[in-house]
């Protein structure tokens, strides 16, 4: 058997306050069916939490019109580090959550309405609508065209429907997104500087930018709930990136993974092995006494990878 993807499960987010994050995101995003809620350790992690288990607040919540969902994720035992300067478009890592939406100009007058950051309502490079909102706690999300209601709740904004990811070399990342991920239809493969990410930090440079999804349609288990994704690549060519989360640990604030839901971990594996892509973290171990894995209501097979920047 080989690995079904079934589509986009989550992003996560790192924040320093989970009550009041969930609260913003409900309101505004609609993220308001809670799948799991838990504090307990976050044992498998250690590559990316100092080789220390680390306590943790964490909340898996979707938006029933479809799409991924936002996991939540509050340290408990020390407090979450901000980045070590601003990130800026093209820093390697999430840069922005992509947000489907139904009707790009209603939601641009709702969030313009609330008060909320956002950008000039403007195109991509494809012709549709789309702007940028900024949450109150610096996390960018693009807010784009995407026809498709799982429930039609009159929400002004669906699930999650992609990432904004920065990449040294897009090249070097299609042998993750397209040929393990299946990303394999572009959308648009484009260089220049770009009006509608100008008003973005570090937005106002010089961009190759590539916009991915799939040739076919995901099926099984909850795909019709996910839906169809996508992921831009974005390289600056005119300065020197960071790594968003240089000298800090997994689960510190901004974006902290992409999460897909999947079918044959197994073969994943090999897969990945074989193509460079090594499993760094894997639930599929013993590790406590009992020769399982427990974590709450978020048990489950996971497993992560890094891209070639470092991006899980």
Not at 185 to 201: G, H, M, N, R
Not at 239 to 258: A, M, Q, S, T, V
Request: include cysteine; hydrophobic fraction near 35%.
């Amino acid at each position: 058997m080989s690995k079904i993807i079934y589509g986009i499960q989550q992003v996560g987010i790192g924040v320093a306050n989970h009550t009041q994050a969930w609260k913003w995101y409900m309101e505004h995003l609609g993220f308001d069916i809670r799948i799991f809620e838990d504090n307990t350790i976050a044992e498998l992690m250690l590559p990316y939490t100092g080789g220390q288990p680390q306590q943790r607040h964490a909340a898996l919540a979707l938006n029933m019109q479809g799409g991924g969902g936002l996991e939540i994720w509050q340290y408990k035992g020390r407090t979450p580090l901000m980045p070590e300067s601003q990130v800026l478009l093209g820093d390697y890592g999430i840069f922005a959550a992509k947000v489907k939406c139904p009707n790009v100009k209603k939601a641009y007058d709702y969030f313009e309405s609330k008060g909320i950051p956002v950008s000039q309502l403007s195109v991509r490079p494809n012709g549709e609508e789309h702007f940028f909102i900024k949450d109150p706690f610096g996390n960018f999300f693009e807010i784009y065209n995407h026809g498709y209601i799982f429930k039609d709740e009159k929400k002004h904004v669906s699930g999650v429907g992609g990432v904004v990811i920065g990449v040294s070399d897009i090249e070097k990342s299609l042998k993750l997104y397209r040929d393990i991920l299946g990303y394999d239809t572009i959308i648009y493969d484009t260089t220049a500087v770009f009006e509608d990410l100008a008003e973005l930090p570090g937005g106002k440079g010089n961009f190759r930018r590539m916009l991915l999804t799939h040739s076919q349609t995901p099926k099984g288990s909850f795909s019709k709930f996910f839906g169809q994704s996508e992921i831009e690549l974005v390289q600056v060519l005119d300065r020197e990136p960071n790594k968003i989360f240089k000298n800090r640990y997994w689960g510190d604030l901004g974006f902290i993974h992409l999460c897909y839901d999947m079918k044959n971990m197994n073969d994943l594996e090999k897969e990945c092995t074989d193509k460079g892509f090594p499993f760094t973290v894997n639930s599929n171990v013993k590790h406590n006494k009992k020769g399982n894995f427990d974590m709450g209501e978020a048990a489950g097979h996971f497993s992560y990878i890094e891209d070639p920047d470092g991006t899980l």
